[in-house]
C-alpha cells in the first residue's frame, strides 16, 4: 500500500512539472538601418528602411523554442558624400525567411528573449534616389572625386538570393495568457555578395547588414 501511495505522488509531481508545447502566430512591422560590407570600402550612412512578417513559434521546453517567419525587409546603403550637396542611395527589399532558436525567460506576463539563426531572402525590387546623374557622376557640380568609388552607383545586382545570419533581443508582454506583444532589435549578417566577387571583379565583398527594430503581435492557438 506505501508503494502504491509513493509512485501516485511521483506521478503527481511529475505531472505537475511537465511542461506542455505552446504554438502562437504573429505578425509584426518596424525599420531597418542598413549598409553595405563593401571591400574595398565605400564612404557610407544608414539606409532607412521598412520590414514587417508573420510569424510562427514553437515552444517545447520551459525555456526553450523555434521561430519561423515569412515577410520583407529593405536593406541596401547611402553614399556619404560628407560635405558635398549630392546625395545618393539604393534601396534593396528582399522577401525574407529567417529560422531561428528562441531563448526566453522571465515570469508569466513579462519575459525577455533571445533569437539566433539562419536567414533567407530573395531580392523582388530595388530603387535608386539621386540629385545627381549618377551614370556620369564625376561632370556632376559638387561631386567629391578625390579618393573615391563610382563603380557601385550604376552596377546591377547580380546576385538576387541572400543569405546571413540574425541574432536579436526583446520583451515580451503578455495582455492574458494568449495574447502578447513584443519589441524586438535585431542585426543581420549577410554572408553572400550582392555584385559579382572574383578575382577581376571591381569588389571582393558586397555584404548586406542591418539592424531591425519592430513591434509584434502574438497569438497562442495552443
Known amino acids: 500500500m506505501a508503494i502504491v501511495i509513493a509512485v501516485a505522488g511521483c506521478c503527481g509531481v511529475t505531472a505537475q512539472t511537465h511542461y506542455k508545447p505552446h504554438i502562437s502566430v504573429g505578425v509584426k512591422g518596424g525599420m531597418t538601418l542598413s549598409e553595405m560590407a563593401f571591400s574595398p570600402s565605400v564612404k557610407q550612412k544608414w539606409n532607412n528602411g521598412t520590414t514587417g512578417a508573420v510569424t ?53 506576463r513579462f519575459k525577455c528573449f533571445i533569437n539566433l539563426g539562419p536567414e533567407f531572402s530573395y531580392l523582388i525590387s530595388e530603387k535608386i534616389s539621386a540629385n545627381f546623374d549618377y551614370h556620369d557622376p564625376l561632370h556632376a557640380e559638387g561631386f567629391p572625386t578625390k579618393a573615391r568609388m563610382t563603380e557601385q552607383l550604376v552596377m546591377p545586382v547580380k546576385n538576387k538570393f541572400d543569405y546571413g545570419i540574425v541574432g536579436g533581443a526583446g520583451i ?51
Open 56 to 108: 510562427f513559434r514553437y515552444t517545447e521546453e520551459k525555456l526553450f523554442g523555434l521561430i519561423a517567419e515569412l515577410g520583407w525587409t529593405q536593406r541596401g546603403w547611402a553614399e556619404n558624400f560628407e560635405e558635398s550637396p549630392c546625395s545618393y542611395s539604393r534601396s534593396l527589399t528582399y522577401i525574407k525567411l529567417p529560422m531561428m532558436t528562441h531563448i526566453y525567460f522571465g515570469s508569466r
Open 172 to 222: 515580451e508582454f503578455y495582455i492574458s495568457p494568449r495574447n502578447s506583444l513584443t519589441l524586438e532589435g535585431r542585426y543581420y549578417f549577410g554572408l553572400g555578395n550582392i555584385f559579382p566577387a572574383a578575382k577581376a571583379d571591381t569588389f571582393s565583398a558586397s555584404r548586406n547588414t542591418s539592424i531591425e527594430i519592430s513591434l509584434g503581435y502574438n497569438f497562442r492557438l495552443k
